[in-house]
């Protein structure tokens, strides 16, 4: 969750940026009318590689005024 997409869009990106190799899909929703361009926004990221490479990079994430990260985590049985 973003809660400024317009103030903290530079930082978001370059985390986004630096660890692109981790993301295997990237998708970002936010609320958009004539009226409304919401700053708030959602970002769902589909991760492949390492957990520790991945668990530094949402960690990246979260140093980001603005940003909750949340996860969670299927496995194939």
Do not use: W
């Amino acid at each position: 969750m973003v809660y400024d997409r317009i103030k903290e869009a530079g930082k978001t990106q370059e985390v986004l940026t630096k660890h692109s190799t981790l993301i295997r899909t990237r998708l970002g929703f936010h609320e958009l009318s004539r009226e409304v361009c919401s700053r708030l926004g959602t970002i769902l990221l589909v991760m492949q590689g390492a957990p520790d490479k991945i668990e530094q990079f949402q960690q990246e994430l979260a140093e980001i005024g603005g940003i909750e990260v949340q996860s969670m985590e299927f496995r194939n049985s």
